[in-house]
């Protein structure tokens, strides 16, 4: 199948195209915060800027973003229901689905740990004057643990489609998958049908993915002179301290996953900057979907079967950059408002968090709904949630970068871990 896609797409696995396209990302998000700090030191207020501001980076951005959601549901559902077919058999698939969630809730509950850890040794919340603070913000209702499960399975395939309810396509996808390859030869027209569509979805990713570095560059430009650097003082500990983890748990214990695994760190984070680019400007899980399966597919070798599983699900459930904040955030919250945090606190933690960071949908800022659950579980006041909104688009961006290299890890030790990992793409 990635022979098909390689020359639908017009791409080796050399990907000379690919590294063009991460120069041009990376360039885009260079160029687009120095656009953004520029205007906002020199020109704030002005029409011209009002216009750049507001209508060109603004329109802009979302176009960006609109052309890489349009995908999202499309490219799960053909490339996933292709995946689980190729698999053609459903004891592999369950071996495949126990490692991807082990793997899952594993790093996420390392990924929490190591944030309560630093929290409390940083204390970042010492001091705080909580009058200086702007509390009060306003969130939408948590939807409840046993809901969500609930609601796994869609009643209806097709509004599950046209809602881009992401957990119930990727819960249809599979089902349709097993199905295809229980039923044998009569369901040799319908995997051809899904096979051709998956090229020309694949097709349409790189058709979309030109449209990237501007995209980037828009998006980084309107945040960065929104919201300039001042918001950050007051914050700077805790704004520290959630950086300081996420950078930990991304360059040491994601590569440690690697090595343990039989895996190049180096090679892996040379080829992973084009989703870490998507990531970090748009702040969303499921926008950087397709680029991200183009990747781990292409550049790192994964098979089809394995990438197309675990990408769309981890996008959706894997969320180890998210759990941090939450984790630094509420034992900061707790530090503000005085309550202390003994052993059975940290724990509860963990375990909350983890189901809060699974219920976080890969879309900008829901980390910090979530955040409600932990706070509510741990009776902290959720009002402490607007002490830290101010500075949260910024950690939002970082925070996806770490979720998304999370999901493409994993994929990356499964697939080996099945054999369906190129070794010579990877190290290419
Ligand atoms: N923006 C994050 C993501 O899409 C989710 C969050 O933490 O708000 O991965």
Known sequence: MSTEVEQATGEGADGDDSG??????LIGLVLGAA??????????????????????????GKIFLASLQLLVV??????LTCGTAA???VAKLGRIGGKTLGLYMTTTAIAISLAVAAALLIEPGAGFELSSAATGAKLAETPSFSQTLIEILPTNPFQALAEGRTLQVIVFAILLGVAM????????????????ANVVVMKLVFILMELAPLGVFCLIAKVASEQGLEAFEKLTWYFGTVLLVLFVHAFFAYPMLLVLAGLSPLAFFRKFRAPMGVGFSTASSNATLPVNLR???????????????TIPLGATINMDGTAIMQGVATVFIAQVYGVE??????????????????GTAGVPGVGMVMLAMVLRQM??????IGLILGVDRLLDMCRTVVNVTGDAIVSCVVAKSEGKLRLDVYRS
Do not use: N
Request: charged residues 20%; hydrophobic residues 50%; glycine residues 12%.
């Open 20 to 25: 063009r396209l991460t120069r041009r990302i």
């Open 35 to 60: 656009a953004g700090l520029l205007l906002r030191q020199l020109a704030l207020g002005h029409p011209v800027t009002d216009f750049l501001v507001g209508g060109v980076f603004d329109v802009g």
């Open 74 to 79: 499309p490219l799960v559902l053909v490339s």
């Open 87 to 89: 698999l053609d058999d």
């Open 181 to 196: 390859t229980l039923s044998g030869e009569a369901a040799a027209p319908l995997m051809r049908l899904f096979e051709s």
């Open 295 to 309: 990747t781990v597919e292409e550049k790192l070798g994964v098979d089809a079967s394995v990438a197309s599983f």
């Open 341 to 358: 945090i003994g052993a059975g606190g940290f724990l509860t933690i963990v375990v909350t968090a983890t189901l809060a960071s699974v």
């Open 379 to 384: 009776e902290l006041p959720v009002e402490g």
